[in-house]
């Protein structure tokens, strides 16, 4: 109970400000993903520590912040923003390092594909979703549809946490996410579904239904899936949660993890819409 009443009071506390920044778009959106890119960033390179390994988090942090700025201003040069953090944290392996230098440069990059390239995707959504989707009739339609998108998330996330806690009987992964389960999997895929269909159809008249249908299957399934793979990393690293930064929730790798991964996957969704296939 205390865990839930920790989680119910950052959640009071910090989501009417990411949505207002989601709806808001523009330096506001950037505002946000810099923000998630930074901390996430920042803790999966640190949770590798414990184990002998050192990524260079002060040269990824700042090439992708500048990548995801240049990315926002100049988008018709997609490839330079892509590629060039990557090339720019190669010569942080010149320093001395702690550790073994081109293992830190390995899990560098892993971070650097991981976070700031899939978070890259949810800017370029957002900013050309009336592109991918012009038959949506609603202003600020690229907000409204993250808006549903990260609702439907957190719906996922709550339908499984009481699923597994009320209905829970069969591990879903325990050498992963001991507390997982099957039942919670099920519920969380059912409630994110349910979410982004009710939720899309509202918010976004004129988007087919079945793309919404599509969009929430893919919410409830990749995104339950980027919470375990995330988790991967905990255990391999030999940590609980990514940091302390949110009671109840842990870091912000933990809270936004299955934002990240599934943005490019919902970006890809969107994309194929121009096509009018749904």
């Known amino acids: ?3 839930l009443l920790k ?11 990411i949505l207002f920044l989601i709806y808001k778009g523009g330096v506001f959106f950037l505002v946000f993903i810099l923000f998630v890119n930074a901390l996430a960033l920042w803790e999966f390179y640190t949770i590798h520590h414990g184990k002998g390994i050192f990524p260079f988090r002060k040269s990824a942090l700042a090439a992708s912040s500048l990548a995801l700025c240049g990315f926002f201003a100049f988008p018709n040069l997609a490839e330079v923003w892509l590629i060039l953090p990557l ?4 010569p942080a392996q010149l320093r001395t390092p702690r550790g073994s230098g081109s293992l830190n440069l390995v899990y560098t990059i892993a971070g650097m594909v991981y976070i700031p390239l899939f978070l890259a995707l949810l800017l370029h959504l957002r900013l050309n979703f009336d592109v991918f989707l012009p038959q ?18 957190w719906l ?3 339908g499984a946490y009481f699923g597994g806690k009320t209905l829970g009987r069969h591990k879903l992964a325990p050498n992963v996410s001991p507390n997982k389960t099957i039942e919670g999997t099920v519920t969380g895929f059912l409630a994110a579904v349910a979410g982004f269909w009710l939720l899309g159809s509202w918010l976004l008249p004129g988007v087919p239904q079945s793309f919404t249908l599509w969009a929430g299957v893919l919410v409830g399934s990749v995104g339950q899936i980027g919470d375990l793979i995330e988790s991967r990393f905990k255990r391999d690293a030999g940590v609980k949660d990514t940091s302390a930064l949110l009671p109840g929730h842990g870091g912000i790798l933990d809270r936004f993890d299955s934002l990240i991964f599934i943005s490019p996957v919902i970006w890809g969704l969107c994309y194929l819409a121009q096509w009018q296939i749904f």
């Not at 090339?87 to 190669?90: A, C, S």
């Not at 009739?137 to 609702?151: K, N, S, W, Y």
């Open 7 to 17: 989680r119910v009071g950052v959640a009071i506390l910090g989501i009417p400000l």
């Open 156 to 158: 996922c996330d709550t």
């Open 136 to 153: 949506v009739d609603a202003p600020t339609a690229g907000g409204l549809f993250v808006i549903t998108m990260i609702i439907s998330l």
């Open 1 to 3: 109970m205390n865990d």
């Open 87 to 90: 090339f720019l944290i190669f």
